[in-house]
């Protein structure tokens, strides 16, 4: 079937710096998608949001965007901190009765140096 | 603390044998999701129950199963193991909303059979 998938597993950045995590995904149908962050020995937490009607959408240090014509999201994180080191997963649902039913990408591993 | 809660934390069985992971989702939530986390598979969506009815379906095992009590809580069947189904699973839950695929995940029931 059609997944999520991520152009880099590893990503490395200073403290301070703004990280860009990037995402293609291949199902035209998918109208939804969502950024979870895992850390260490702990169940995914969710960032983000966005529906395929929106290019853009801002959080707290957060921000997605969404480029349905090349089909790629990307998450932006702010002034990034050492807390933030963690493998940052992608979803995707193509929208039906269950928008819980999610496709995860392989995820990217972000590490972030005091 | 997300507030989803699964027991046990840890899990260590043989092959052949039956295993039954449990899930408390967050109080009022009625919606429970199974997810599998493996190396080689990623995160994959298993089962979605809402309110004590089976509301999705992803490529579940037919060894797998799943069931939501009166009490919202619910249960992860796993017979006739084999070593690749060795994997951390995964339990979230929702809000009664059902389009949000906003998730919050237990932290996890590593199984490791031997």
């Known amino acids: 079937g059609e997944s999520v998938g991520l152009h880099l597993p590893t990503l490395s950045v200073q403290e301070g710096d703004n990280s860009i995590i990037n995402c293609a995904y291949s199902?035209?149908?998918?109208?939804?998608f969502i950024w979870y962050k895992q850390e260490s020995g702990k169940g995914p937490q969710f960032i983000i949001d966005i529906r395929s009607n929106m290019d853009k959408r801002q959080g707290q240090r957060v921000t997605v965007l969404l480029n349905k014509t090349v089909k790629h999201l990307s998450l932006q994180i702010a002034a990034t901190q050492p807390g933030d080191s963690a493998v940052y997963f992608c979803a995707e649902n193509a929208g039906g009765t269950s928008y819980g039913k999610l496709t995860f990408g392989q995820g990217t591993i972000l590490t972030v140096h005091p | 603390d997300s507030g989803v809660t699964q027991t046990p934390k840890h899990l260590i069985t043989a092959t052949g044998q039956r295993v039954t992971l449990r899930c408390s989702p967050r109080s009022g939530d009625l919606s429970v999701y199974w997810y599998q986390q493996s190396l080689d598979q990623g995160l994959q969506f298993l089962i979605q129950?809402?309110?004590?009815?089976?509301?999705a379906k992803g490529n579940i095992l037919e060894r797998f199963s799943a069931q939501q009590f009166p009490d919202l809580h619910s249960e992860l069947n796993l017979s006739s193991l084999e070593l690749g189904d060795s994997a951390l699973y995964f339990c979230?839950?929702?809000?009664?909303?059902?389009?949000?695929?906003?998730?919050?995940f237990g932290e996890g029931s590593r199984l490791t059979v031997l």
């Open positions: 979230a839950s929702s809000e009664q909303a059902l389009n949000t695929g906003e998730l919050f």
């Open positions: 199902n035209s149908a998918s109208d939804y």
């Open positions: 129950y809402y309110n004590g009815e089976e509301r």
